[in-house]
T-cell receptor, first 114, second 115 residues
Framework: GNSVTQMEGPVTLSEEAFLTINCTYT??????LFWYVQYPGEGLQLLLK?????DKGSNKGFEATYRKETTSFHLEKGSVQVSDSAVYFCALSDPGTSYDKVIFGPGTSLSVIP | EPEVTQTPSHQVTQMGQEVILRCVPI?????FYWYRQILGQKVEFLVSFYNNEISEKSEIFDDQFSVERPDGSNFTLKIRSTKLEDSAMYFCASSGGLAGATEQFFGPGTRLTVL
């Protein structure tokens, strides 16, 4: 079945450091890929998405490229801020059916210290 | 910008009691979902709902759970007899506007605490 694996946290970085959170997936067909962010005490927000191979999703300085050959969708940001402290979830859905569920990875907690 | 809303934000209940979690999806969406996140764990799919019936459900969604769209705007999740292990954050989501879409929009969640 479809699944998502992402690097274990927690990740602690200093402000302005470079961030990479690795994500790989297993899926039949051609899934859409997402990164969701959950700030402390809040719900899930879509951070960025990519719907086909080689697409790059980007938002708020974050970016991720859909790599079909390596089945990966790594999240990167060149310079993190304290306000980026949150839990980041890599996820996929199968666009083959409009109502297909989103499958989430386990989440990676990021703490950015001043 | 349209958004999914959920009420209440926090529900405390006694074990064995029934609870109803409420959601108002985005108005022109056609597909509705419930997910669960036990504290510190990943978000898990519970059920999807389309055209007034369940389209898919997970193993978690047993006979204690039910969903309903009682009117044109609300989407509810009912747990008939809550157990301690039902304590979690419950997220509602919707997708599929008139133009079709794969992106799901999530509500802020309801934190359910079963004592």
């Amino acid at each position: 079945g479809n699944s998502v694996t992402q690097m274990e946290g927690p990740v602690t970085l200093s402000e302005e450091a470079f961030l990479t959170i690795n994500c790989t997936y297993t899926a039949t067909g051609y899934p859409s890929l997402f990164w969701y962010v959950q700030y402390p005490g809040e719900g899930l927000q879509l951070l960025l998405k990519a719907t086909k191979a080689d697409d790059k999703g980007s938002n708020k300085g974050f970016e991720a490229t859909y790599r079909k050959e390596t089945t990966s969708f790594h999240l990167e940001k060149g310079s993190v801020q304290v306000s980026d402290s949150a839990v980041y979830f890599c996820a996929l859905s199968d666009p083959g059916t409009s109502y297909d569920k989103v499958i989430f990875g386990p989440g990676t907690s990021l703490s950015v210290i001043p | 910008e349209p958004e999914v809303t959920q009420t209440p934000s926090h529900q405390v209940t006694q074990m064995g009691q029934e609870v109803i979690l409420r959601c108002v999806p985005i108005s022109n969406h056609l597909y509705f979902y419930w997910y669960r996140q036990i504290l510190g764990q990943k978000v898990e799919f519970l059920v999807s709902f389309y055209n007034n019936e369940i389209s898919e459900k997970s193993e978690i969604f047993d006979d204690q759970f039910s969903v309903e769209r009682p009117d044109g705007s609300n989407f509810t999740l009912k747990i008939r007899s809550t157990k301690l292990e039902d304590s979690a954050m419950y997220f509602c989501a919707s997708s599929g506007g008139l133009a079709g879409a794969t992106e799901q929009f999530f509500g802020p969640g309801t934190r359910l605490t079963v004592l």
